[in-house]
């Protein structure tokens, strides 16, 4: 949205009507005097919010809004409060502001995601002693177990074994090798204190 021409400031020195006077029309919905206003504002609105943004895109886009909101809020314009070109501005000035914020919060946020993304360096002494610890925890939970249970999990799950290669290598029935690693299974959890 670049203006379509350059013009002054609304100082009072030319021709035409005041910016109040056109303000007030633009609130009655008066097409022309929005054209009217947008020619005396665009250029100060679009040199204001460029000197916030820096981005001349950026800009551009934030100086839309701003005439588009001056457009749907003429209404609220209070010629007692001050001057046209002061109202004006100062939507100018917040919309500039707001979209620093916006980017500034979003680019926060991006920083945050971005420090808990980061994983920490590994630790091979952390990670052996974790190790170990898991081990001894799992030993100490087999020794609780019958020799008959202690086996047939061991075959099973640390040899690879299947229930009737186990029943083989032990010489018991298949029935019993998998009550004794179903009951062996279920005293393991226990002792692990794996959810059921």
């Known amino acids: 949205m670049r203006p379509r021409r350059a013009l002054p400031l609304?100082?009072?020195?030319h021709d035409g009507p005041e910016l109040e006077q056109l303000l007030a029309r633009v609130a009655r919905g008066d097409r022309q005097a929005f054209e009217q206003v947008y020619d005396k504002v665009a250029p100060a609105v679009y040199g204001l919010v460029l000197r916030v943004l820096r981005d001349p895109a950026q800009a551009e886009e934030v100086a839309q809004e701003v005439l588009v909101e001056i457009w749907r809020a003429a209404s609220r314009f209070e010629e007692s409060r001050g001057s046209g070109m002061s109202w004006v501005m100062t939507i100018a000035h917040h919309r500039a502001v707001d979209r620093v914020r916006t980017a500034q919060a979003a680019t926060d946020?991006?920083?945050?995601?971005?420090?808990?993304?980061?994983?920490?360096?590994?630790?091979?002494?952390?990670?052996s002693v974790e190790t170990t610890l898991e081990w001894e925890r799992l030993r100490r939970c087999l020794n609780m177990l019958t020799q008959l249970q202690r086996e047939s999990v061991t075959y099973a799950y640390y040899g690879g074994y299947?229930?009737?290669?186990?029943?083989?290598?032990?010489?018991?029935p298949l029935a019993t090798v998998k009550t004794r690693m179903r009951d062996g299974l279920i005293r393991m959890r226990d002792c692990l204190g794996v959810g059921r």
């Open 162 to 172: 299947s229930y009737r290669e186990v029943a083989e290598l032990l010489k018991v």
């Open 10 to 13: 609304d100082d009072g020195h």
């Open 109 to 127: 946020r991006e920083a945050r995601a971005a420090r808990l993304e980061v994983r920490r360096p590994y630790d091979a002494v952390v990670e």
